[in-house]
């Protein structure tokens, strides 16, 4: 069995590492139904635009610039569901939606995504009076979503693409339960003293104000080996045997860390990475000797703790945004990565904190987006 767990309390922990033969797979879970792809249509020369709540009415209308459809930004985000950032000061523009980023700024025909940079746009990003404008086409598909062009009515159809252009997408909010994660520890020996290093993986509601419905995945554990690994990890199915995806990861972290404080052998925020990645394989903790000692160790290139590894690279750290308010508070995060699916049609999504700080780490993990686009 693999030091991937379930259970809910340090004792049960203790127990799977003491049979463990770290061999097991994980249980099998199918990655879930794609759900209905977001929609957003515009007409040019009109300013009534159609998304998934129906008709609604534009400040400015969609227009025609070197022959490139432009769109107004603000209602392509909100009708694709994604995030949009304005900085007035710099006239950039920022989009996010399930991992995939898009950065632009106006009067610029640079383009910036998650899985290309300095991309020359067919027309320049415009701002008609105070509304930024954008290459319907252009922008739509670094954001995982077709542009259809109709003629002779002058309509454009914005469509995140779903099952049937081979995109996987799935959110897991961990309100229905686990949804199919397992989590783990590593970088610890393996004769440890299960009393001390307070190991536990669990879903619970997240420690919020008033929180009565919201859950989220806890890892904790006292790193007492100067090199504690905590993960969550999903297999996910489905995909095309052997073939190359663009993969691409949000989720939010929940921390109750400030920054610039001081610990045994780093600080409680700063020297505990936040590492994500995908691989093909299944992430195994194994045993292996260093020092004349043996470990438990994860067989995924992840590296050491403030140094990526091939597979899992550094998103962030426990640092949370207000050090000045109390509690737990959220951290989005991404991640992005091009690699092929298994022989099964298998890849594996895992999350995980690498700890210089010598003391007790806990977080919660929540929100998780993943979408895999097939390379064309």
């Keep these: 069995m693999s030091f ?13 590492v003491a049979a463990a033969s770290l061999t097991a797979m994980l249980p099998t879970a199918a990655f879930g139904a794609v759900q209905a792809a977001p929609t957003v249509q515009f007409q040019i020369g009109s300013l009534t635009a159609v998304n998934d709540n129906g008709p609604f009415t534009l400040v400015n209308a ?12 603000r209602a392509l985000a909100d009708g694709l569901e ?46 008609v009076r105070g509304q930024a404008f954008v290459p319907a086409k252009s922008v739509a598909q670094l954001l995982g979503a077709g542009t259809t062009w109709e003629a002779k ?9 779903g099952e049937e252009a081979g995109v996987v997408s799935e959110r897991f909010t961990f309100s229905p339960g686990e949804e199919g994660w397992q989590g783990g520890f590593a970088d610890l020996p393996v004769d440890y003293d299960p009393s001390i290093y307070e190991l536990l993986y669990a879903r619970e509601l997240l420690p919020l104000k008033d929180n009565g419905s919201n859950y989220g995945l ?22 095309k045997p052997n073939a190359t995806y663009d993969a691409a990861l949000a989720f939010t972290l929940y921390t109750d860390q400030a920054g610039d404080m001081m610990g045994v052998g780093g600080a409680p925020g700063e020297a505990v990475s936040i590492k994500a990645g995908f691989v093909s394989q299944e992430p195994k903790v194994v045993k292996e000797e260093e020092g004349g000692q043996v470990y438990y160790k994860v067989d995924v290139d992840k590296g050491n ?11 962030g750290n426990m640092v ?3 050090g000045g308010a109390e509690g737990f508070q959220p951290k989005p995060m991404s991640h992005a990565a091009t690699l092929k699916a298994n022989a099964a049609g298998e890849l594996f999504v895992i999350i995980g904190s690498d700890s210089g700080y010598e003391g007790l780490t806990t977080l919660y993990l929540d929100d998780v987006s993943v979408t895999l686009t097939p390379r064309t």
């Design 320 to 322: 949370k945004e207000d």
């Design 305 to 315: 703790q403030s140094v990526e590894g091939a597979d899992m690279k550094i998103v």
């Design 82 to 127: 994604a995030k949009l950032e304005w900085d007035p000061a710099e006239k950039s523009i920022k989009l996010e939606r399930s991992g995939l980023t898009v950065s632009l700024k106006a009067g610029d025909d640079s383009m910036v995504g998650t899985f290309v940079k300095n991309v020359k746009l067919p027309a320049k990003v415009a701002i």
């Design 218 to 239: 806890k890892l904790n554990g006292m790193n007492r080996s100067d090199d504690l690994f905590m993960f969550a990890t999903r297999k996910i199915t489905g995909l």
């Design 62 to 73: 969609p227009y025609i610039e070197q022959g490139v459809a432009m769109v107004p930004v």
């Design 153 to 161: 009515t002058k309509k454009v159809t914005i469509k995140i693409n």
């Design 4 to 16: 991937l767990s379930k259970h809910r309390n340090r004792k049960s922990i203790a127990a799977l």
